[in-house]
């Protein structure tokens, strides 16, 4: 008899078994097809705003008066990566703008060649390239511009000036033969000018398109039905005043503080007057380059001088100076999650340190 119950509790017990499985299966199938749903309805909403609003970014970044080569792109590569860039070899471009970490040194301010800082955040460099304008306030038309700038600063990498340099490097005998290669038509080709051009090709490549350009290229199920929603509310609280485009952002400038003073929200100290600096044009105080958004969710800390450590409350700030917008706790977090699907990242060889150094 006993054997005969435990025959009927061991059916029984199979029995629910397979039956909470089915009714378990049963309940991821249907929560899938609610998320189809959800993401169908939502593209119908966004999807064709989406799409004119932004483009899929480019996939390359040439410059027709500074030729890609491979050559050149590897000479770039060891130039970025040397501190002999710097006056005392404690700098190289990648000490800043760091290809480990999306192309920043997550600090407020960067340390320079003899340890002081600088007095605003070392941007990222990936898909900087990409930007119609180099630095917060614009003062480099493209990275070639930029790529010498940095170099002969005081504070940053502090070289004393370009022929200091160059005699540097032509004592270096990797790059007798490097600038050759890259430069084969010139008789001399170990120039500042062509130290600034190799290394700018190399950040041309430094592209990082996301899930979110498949997106726009008409893959409607690239995005989850989250970053969707984020998208929803980023089109329409009006983030796209400024952050538009295939960078969503890196392409005007904009006052930073339109509807209160920046610094007092954001604890800055001291107070920067922006683009003002450069062009002493009244109507251009407190304003920056709009940064882009690729990335963002790992280009902390944020703003022009790293004084908000946190995405949602960047993001809260930005809101209430320049929409006069109180966003709510669930806006922030769409936001934060639609950022998210800009974020990629390098290949791996890529940001390695050349095996020449």
């Not at 005969?4 to 199979?14: D, S």
């Not at 989406?50 to 996939?59: K, W």
């Not at 107070?271 to 990335?295: C, H, Q, W």
Request: hydrophobic residues 35%; charged residues 25%; proline residues 4%.
């Amino acid at each position: 008899m006993r054997t005969i119950n435990l025959f009927f509790v061991l059916i029984l017990f199979f029995a629910i078994s397979c039956g909470d499985k089915k009714s378990s299966k049963k309940n991821v199938m249907e929560q899938q097809m609610e998320a189809q749903k959800a993401s169908a309805e939502l593209e119908t909403q966004i999807g064709e705003r989406a799409r004119s609003t932004f483009q899929a970014l480019a996939s390359k970044a040439e410059n027709p008066n500074n030729t890609m080569t491979d050559a050149k792109v590897k000479l770039g590569k060891i130039l970025y990566f040397d501190t002999r860039l710097s006056k005392d070899g404690t700098q190289s471009c990648n000490t800043c703008h760091d290809l480990n970490t999306f192309g920043v040194d997550n600090k407020p301010t960067s340390p320079g060649d003899n340890g002081g800082l600088g007095d605003r955040n070392s941007p990222t460099v990936l898909n900087a390239a990409l930007h119609t304008s180099q630095f917060w306030d614009g003062r480099a038309k493209d990275v070639e511009e930029q790529a010498g700038m940095p170099i002969l600063n005081p504070v940053e990498m502090a070289i004393p000036s370009e022929k200091f340099l160059v005699d540097r490097l032509s004592k270096v005998e990797l790059y007798k033969g490097l600038f050759k290669d890259a430069f084969p038509d010139e008789s001399k080709p170990l120039t500042y000018v062509n130290i600034q051009n190799a290394i700018a090709v190399f950040e041309r490549t430094l592209l990082t398109p996301s899930k979110f350009d498949d997106y726009l290229k008409g893959n409607a199920n690239a995005l989850s039905v989250d970053e969707k929603k984020g998208l929803k509310t980023f089109m329409e609280v009006g983030c796209t005043t400024c952050h538009m485009g295939s960078l969503l952002g890196g392409n005007i400038f904009q006052k930073f503080g339109v509807y209160g003073n920046y610094w007092e929200m954001t604890g800055s100290d001291p107070i920067d007057d922006g683009r003002f600096k450069e062009t002493g044009n009244e109507a251009e105080k407190y304003m920056f380059k709009v940064p882009s958004l690729r990335n963002i969710t790992k280009t902390h800390p944020y703003f022009h001088d790293g004084s908000v450590e946190s995405l949602e409350e960047a993001t809260k700030i930005i809101a209430k100076l320049n929409l006069n917008i109180d966003l709510s706790d669930e806006q922030v977090k769409d936001l934060v999650t639609f950022m998210g699907a800009l974020t990629a990242d390098l290949p791996s060889e890529v940001k390695q340190k050349p095996a020449e150094l």
